[in-house]
């Protein structure tokens, strides 16, 4: 029988990119929308990525059978069933406003949807939650703007902004207004750095955005003075390895750089981004890295500890899960 899952926090998830494939097409016939597959096996074939821009092709396209706050619900409820399953036990869900507002779906739509579905997860699946708001970089800075202002009657729902999407070309400081007004607002911030792009990125994160965790941040390994800096602050890095290896930023999972990190002092946790495109949940990343990388049982309890330790949660809830 498979060992009980690892209790831990998942602080990388895109809630789109949960969209199963089953689900896409039950959606798609509901809300009228044609999808150019036929079935759900001719769209997982279709998850074969050369990088992140062709990821993110198909994970946009996908996204027009959301239309409903019943849709946003739906969506969440089953990556909360599946997390449970996973030991997931607190979670700090992306989602792209923008993905949504382009197609006409109001912002209202989006995060009411989500919230209504994040109310019950305590009480139906034992996980805590908080929504961060991501900006897509390869928009513009006042797109981003534009879209926190109308965000505001919704601030009470949304614990942090992040960023995410197409990293080369788009560096952290084309977003420093939007950041400077959720930092006034008292949120959180993250950012997706040194995932394709520099490390020259993840610094500017740190120093332009403020941000307090990085998502992804392989690259920092680039720069020795950088990952110093991770390590002695305490920066928490949300690595997604099955990601990694199928956007090809790590050619094999046995290549992938989490022990590099690890022994460099960073502060590691294991995500899966999004788990739907890429072969896994949050569980499955740990068994695969358990598996590639060797990783003994006390490295993947301090992994999975770690991702209390990098979480927003109050030093008492955070004690409760340690
Ligand atoms: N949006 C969804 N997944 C992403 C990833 N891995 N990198 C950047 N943007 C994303
Ligand atoms: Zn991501």
């Known amino acids: 029988m498979p060992a009980k899952p690892l209790p831990k926090a998942e602080l990388h998830l895109h809630i789109e990119g949960t969209l199963e494939p089953e689900l896409a097409f039950a959606l798609a016939e509901r809300n009228g929308v044609t ?51 996973q030991g997931v036990r607190h979670a700090e869900i992306f989602f792209d406003p ?26 139906r699946y034992g996980i805590s939650t908080r929504l961060i708001m991501c900006f897509l970089r390869d928009e513009s800075g006042q797109s981003a703007l534009e879209t926190f202002e109308a965000a505001r009657p919704h601030l009470h729902r949304i614990c942090g ?3 995410d999407s197409a990293e080369v070309g788009n560096p952290p400081s084309k977003f420093r207004e939007v950041f ?34 990085i998502d992804h941040g392989l690259r920092c390994l680039e720069d020795p003075a950088l990952v110093e800096r991770l390590a002695r602050d305490r920066v928490p890095l949300t690595v997604c390895p ?50 590639a990388l060797r990783l003994d049982d006390e490295t993947l309890r301090m992994l999975a500890a770690n991702s209390f330790r990098a979480a927003f949660l109050d030093d008492r809830a955070r004690h409760d899960y340690l």
Do not use: W
């Open 35 to 85: 999808l150019p597959y036929a079935t759900t096996e001719e769209l997982r074939r279709a998850y074969s990525f050369k990088d992140l821009q062709s990821f993110l092709d198909l994970y946009y396209a996908l996204m027009a059978v959301l239309r409903t706050e019943d849709d946003f619900a739906e969506l969440v409820d089953a990556y909360l069933a599946r997390a449970a399953a």
């Open 98 to 123: 923008q993905a949504h507002t382009a197609r006409g779906v109001p912002i209202g739509t989006v995060i009411e949807g989500l919230a209504r579905a994040l109310d019950g997860s305590e009480t």
């Open 161 to 163: 902004v992040g960023l």
């Open 180 to 213: 400077q007004r959720a930092a006034d607002a008292g949120l959180h911030r993250v950012a997706h750095a040194g995932e394709e792009g520099p490390a020259e990125y993840i610094t500017e994160a740190l120093d332009v955005l403020g941000v307090e965790r």
């Open 242 to 291: 099955l990601s990694n290896v199928r956007l090809r930023c790590v050619d094999r999972l046995a290549d992938h750089p989490l022990p590099a990190m690890l022994a460099a002092g960073l502060l590691v946790t294991v995500n899966s981004d999004d788990p739907s495109y890429f072969g896994g949940y949050v569980d499955d990343n740990f068994t695969a890295i358990r598996e």
